[in-house]
């Protein structure tokens, strides 16, 4: 009766999943299609401090993450997702569907990375250039491939964006690069 409970031993191989787990690290949690965001909004809505960043990628070849039917969800959360840059179809037609736009319109931050597929630099380059084509603003792609990723990480006082004391990799071009 007198004996206090003790804790239990800490196994140090589950501590960063402990600390993503209670906010004290930063954690990404990968998508691969929309039920898998309303599977996990029951363990988002009683875990209060767990906020991952969401990295949604389709996990098949047929599957798609359709994230404009997430929208409200995933704002509610308050967190950043990292996307492919490529374009949407909307259902049963050939209406492109920019998805990056209605989740920056939702004022949801993004990060874009190259698709799985994407063998160079010059593909993914095209896909940006394909999204501001598709009504994304040059500074919403540059910044969704700069400093929200420097943010994402927790790097955006060392990197991301060009100031004064912080680390850069500079490409210069004769043009507008987008």
């Known amino acids: 009766d007198d004996k206090k409970p003790t804790e239990p031993k800490k196994d140090p191989k589950l501590m960063p999943l402990v600390d993503v787990l209670n906010g004290r690290q930063a954690g990404v949690m990968g998508m691969g299609a929309t039920k898998d965001v309303l599977h996990f909004s029951e363990v988002f809505a009683s875990e209060k401090a767990f906020r991952p960043t969401l990295l949604l990628v ?27 840059a490529k374009l949407g179809v909307a259902p049963r037609s050939i209406t492109r569907r920019v998805e990056q736009r209605i989740m920056l319109d939702a004022g949801i931050p993004i990060a874009l990375v190259p698709g799985p597929t994407l063998p160079d630099g010059a593909s993914f380059r095209f896909q940006l250039l394909e999204l501001v084509r598709h009504g994304l603003r040059d500074d919403e792609v540059l910044r969704a491939v700069t400093l929200t990723p420097a943010e994402i990480l927790g790097i955006q006082d060392r990197c991301g964006s060009l100031e004064v004391g912080k680390d850069a990799d500079i490409l210069f071009f004769s043009g507008d690069p987008l």
Do not use: F, N, T, Y
């Open 58 to 84: 389709a996990a098949g070849l047929r599957s798609r993450v359709e994230v404009w039917r997430l929208v409200d969800e995933i704002k509610a959360l308050g967190i950043p997702v990292v996307m492919e």
